[in-house]
């Protein structure tokens, strides 16, 4: 059964059906004028599409007008630029034109590079308009007539600033093998300023295909290289009429030595080959010069190639040219800095001559140098060989072809890979054994029969053997002492050293066989006269002395080591024989029998081979 409180009452009914009466009633009002609003928008609606239908037929025709007069203000405003434009740059080229027949005494060098980037701006201007025909043929004209004075200028530049060097100055940076080197090449100046070939250089280059220009700067610089080339010659050829001049660069070219030093015995002498060596160092240093100046001038890398192989081509063609290799006839060593200088800097020669376009030339050049110095080593061999000349030292002393020879082998040794490079370049090594070590062995073999020849000059067998003695002996010493000693262990007679110890005691012995007869007299059995032994040994003492009283011993110990000999020899045997017949000696005649004592004998031994008696 449901609860009484649930159920509405009646009165509670009828006002709910009240209230929903009354909220109908205010719906369809509302409903109503709903349908009001929306009749008066869409009337509304209606009405603004036709007026905007009226608009569009009234402002479209505006519109494009307004685009038309729009595009005609763009016209007028870019025409107005144009003839704004070409006022201007018709009148930089009226101005340049003026300026251009006035020359350049009114405006400075870059004034006028200033104007004629100007022109050449109106020229690429007026070239986009064919109206302009007439007015962009005079442009061009007046610029190529611009740029024809631009290389006027840069030719006449390139002639005042360029300097050639001073020979005197080169000397003061030659090393002591003849070069310069490159620490010292800062020192030397070819060029005073290259700021004005710098502006009109790099200007012309980019604003002009013409390049007369730089074909007139590779050849001008080239012929400077050439001149300071003859000048340093003709110096050292006594060509120049300055003779002071002459004189203080040769004094200081060839008496070079080791950290700028003069040398009073310069092997290499006032050569041919020593110029010619001169020379390569000389165009080595100013082609290092040049390529430093294009670089500053020009700041084009290809433009710096061109110019340096163009200009080092003349001088190198010059220098090789004139060599007088075919005619040169003095010793190898005069022609040591030139293989040497060919040798040490093959590969940047090989590269220069190359780029230069005289590769071929360069090659040919090398190959007579290095066929010449094997040919001038294989000569020096047969004239010690085959020379005859009998000419000795009348003192038995070492022979100038000795120490001229041992010295030939100090320069050897001493510049060996040039030596092997030279014999293997002209094809004179077989390979079969090291060159520098048969070429020693060749030389010293020679040089032995030498000798052995001059030494029959001698009447005195003593002296040729003393002769021979002190030649074998120099040699020996020398080859002790560097350079010498490492070739020579590695002669093919590793016994050389010991050869010469051996001819030098064989000689020595054959020198002391003059004192035999000395000593014989003091053992003569048959004789057996004191008095007479005493006499006899004055007689052979006087002989023997006044015979070697000239005779030369250089090297001190050597000298007092063959007086010792011969007082092994003969003094300790006549101190024994005057000991022994002492009482006999009491009765003879001091001046005749007993004309020498003991000591006496010594101070006369100790004379011997002492140049200052």
């Known amino acids: 059964m449901v609860s009484d409180r649930n159920v509405p009452t009646v009165d509670e009914l009828h006002q709910n059906l009240s209230k929903e009466e009354t909220w109908l009633k205010e719906f369809q009002k509302c409903q109503k004028q709903n349908e009001t609003i929306n009749e008066e928008v869409c009337k509304r609606l209606d009405n603004f599409t036709q007026q905007i239908d009226q608009l569009r037929a009234r402002v479209a025709p505006l519109c494009n007008k307004t685009t038309s007069i729009q595009r005609k203000q763009q016209n007028v405003k870019k025409l107005l630029g144009i003839v704004e434009a070409s006022i201007q740059f018709y009148g930089k080229t009226v101005e340049f034109e003026s300026a251009f027949r006035r020359g350049t005494a009114n405006f400075s060098l870059p004034e006028y590079l200033e104007r004629m980037d100007g022109l050449r701006e109106a020229i690429a201007f007026f070239g986009r308009n064919s109206a302009h025909k007439g007015q962009l043929d005079t442009m061009r004209d007046s610029f190529e007539a611009g740029c024809s004075f631009l290389e006027t200028e840069f030719n006449n530049a390139v002639r005042s600033e360029t300097i050639p060097l001073d020979p005197v100055k080169i000397a003061d940076c030659l090393d002591e093998n003849y070069e310069i080197p490159s620490t010292r090449v800062s020192d030397l100046k070819t060029i005073k300023d290259t700021s004005k070939l710098a502006l009109i250089g790099r200007y012309l280059h980019k604003n002009t295909k013409n390049r007369d220009y730089l074909q007139y700067y590779a050849n001008h610089r080239a012929q400077n290289i050439v001149k300071t080339l003859r000048l340093a010659n003709d110096q050292l050829r006594g060509f120049a009429q300055n003779k002071s001049t002459r004189i203080q660069f040769l004094k200081t070219t060839f008496r070079r030595g080791k950290g700028g030093e003069r040398q009073a015995d310069d092997p290499w002498g006032e050569s041919v080959m020593t110029l010619t060596a001169i020379s390569f160092s000389i165009l080595m240093a100013m082609v290092q010069i040049e390529t430093e100046v294009v670089a500053k001038i020009f700041q084009n890398v290809d433009v710096e190639a061109q110019l340096v192989r163009s200009i080092a081509s003349p001088p190198l063609q010059e220098v090789m040219e004139k060599a007088p290799i075919n005619q040169f006839d003095a010793n190898f060593v005069s022609m040591i800095p030139l293989v040497r200088m060919l040798t040490v800097h093959s590969t940047q020669l090989t590269a220069l001559t190359q780029n230069a376009g005289q590769s071929e030339l360069y ?57 092997v490079n030279v014999m293997t370049r002209s094809g004179k090594a077989d390979g079969s054994e090291p060159v520098l070590p048969k070429l020693f062995s060749q030389i010293l073999a020679a040089l032995g029969v030498n000798l052995k020849n001059k030494s029959g000059a001698y009447a005195d067998p003593s002296l040729a053997a003393l002769f021979l003695f002190n030649n074998f002996t120099y040699i020996n010493n020398g080859l002790k002492e560097d350079p010498l000693k490492k070739i020579a262990r590695d002669v093919k007679s590793a016994q050389l050293v010991s050869f010469y110890e051996q001819q030098i005691t064989s000689y020595l012995k054959k020198y002391l066989e003059s004192w035999n007869r000395v000593l014989t007299v003091l053992n003569d059995a048959s004789n057996s006269s004191v008095k007479s032994k005493y006499a006899n040994f004055n007689k052979e003492f006087d002989s023997v002395i006044a015979a070697q009283k000239h005779f030369c011993v250089v090297d001190i110990p050597t000298a007092e080591f063959i007086r010792q000999r011969i007082k092994d020899m003969v003094l300790a045997p006549y101190i024994e024989f005057t000991s022994k017949h002492s009482q006999e000696a009491s009765n003879f005649n001091l001046d005749r029998q007993l004309k020498y004592d003991a000591e006496s004998v010594e101070i006369i031994i100790n004379r011997l081979f002492d140049v200052s008696y």
């Open 363 to 419: 090659q040919t050049f090398c190959r007579n140098v290095f066929s010449k110095g094997a040919h001038v080593i294989n000569d020096f061999i047969d004239h010690l060989t085959n020379e005859h000349m009998r000419f000795v030292p009348e003192d038995g002393n070492v022979h100038e072809i000795t120490s001229n020879t041992m010295n030939f082998l100090k320069i050897l040794a001493k510049y060996q890979n040039v030596v």
